[in-house]
Structures are given as C-alpha cells and as structure tokens.
C-alpha cells in the first residue's frame, strides 16, 4: 500500500504544479528570461523532459516524505499537511533561494518556485497520511 500512496501523493504534487505554474506563467517566464513568441507562448522545441524529470522527482520527493512520516509517526491527515508544509517552506524553499541567489536571478523566481514547493510538499503531506 505504500507504493500506491506514493505514487497517488506524487502525481497529486506534480498537478498542483501544473495548475501553479498554469496560473504564474508569465510572471515565471519573465523572471526565468524566457523568450516569447507573438502568441505568448515560450519560443523553442517543446521538449518533454523537464515534465519526465518534475515526474521523477515528485516520485523521489513523495518516497522520501514517506519514510520521515513512518519513522517519525506522523499519520494524521493534519500532521501530513503541516508536515509537508514545513518540509517545503524550511527544507526546499531555502535550497531554491540558494539556486537563485548566486546567478543574481530576481527574487520574484524564488517566490513562485518557492511557493510551488511549499504548497506541493503539504498536498503530498496531506495525501500520503490519507492513504
């Protein structure tokens, strides 16, 4: 059963970015410099596999939360979600900040990439301790 929580808490983290970065395109696209074409859309080839590896990684994200969550006995649907929270808010978002800071990237990047693993890590939270 703890495969299919996991990979139920992953997909779960990978639509919610779906859906975030949907709604933050175009502040995300000018903060990451990318470049648009006459019809809004990032110019380019369209390659998959930035949403392979976002796949991947949720997969290794939620498997991990898992295991915190067993060996520290959190197992309730409000510890899961202010668990993950934490683990995005004050493991990641820091991490991402790093990323961000030494190329001189704007803060506004930080922010939505932030924001991102924050309220990704609680869905995945929530979702592991509710199956």
Same mark, same amino acid.
């Given at each position: #059963?703890?495969? =299919? ?5 992953? /997909? ?5 970015? +779906?859906?975030?970065?949907?709604? =933050?395109?175009?502040?995300?696209? /000018? ?13 380019? !080839? ?5 949403? $392979?590896?976002?796949?991947? /990684? #949720?997969? =290794?994200?939620?498997? #991990?939360?898992?295991?915190?969550? +067993?060996?520290?006995?959190? !197992? *309730?649907? #409000? ?30 990047? *930080?922010?939505? !990439?932030?924001?991102?693993? *924050?309220?990704?890590?609680? $869905? $995945?939270?929530?979702?592991? *301790?509710?199956?």
């Amino acid at each position: #059963m703890g495969y =299919l929580a996991v990979i139920i808490a992953a /997909a779960a983290g990978f639509g919610f970015g +779906a859906v975030w970065y949907m709604l =933050l395109a175009k502040p995300w696209m /000018a903060a990451v410099g990318i470049k648009v074409g006459p019809n809004g859309k990032p110019e380019g !080839d369209g390659s998959s596999l930035p949403f $392979i590896l976002s796949g991947v /990684a #949720m997969l =290794l994200v939620a498997g #991990m939360m898992r295991h915190v969550f +067993a060996l520290s006995g959190i !197992d *309730t649907a #409000m510890e899961g979600l202010v668990s993950g929270l934490g683990i995005g808010l004050f493991f990641i978002s820091p991490w991402i900040m790093i990323n961000n800071a030494y190329p001189g990237r704007p803060f506004r990047l *930080t922010l939505i !990439d932030s924001g991102y693993a *924050t309220f990704g890590c609680a $869905i $995945i939270g929530l979702v592991l *301790t509710l199956f």
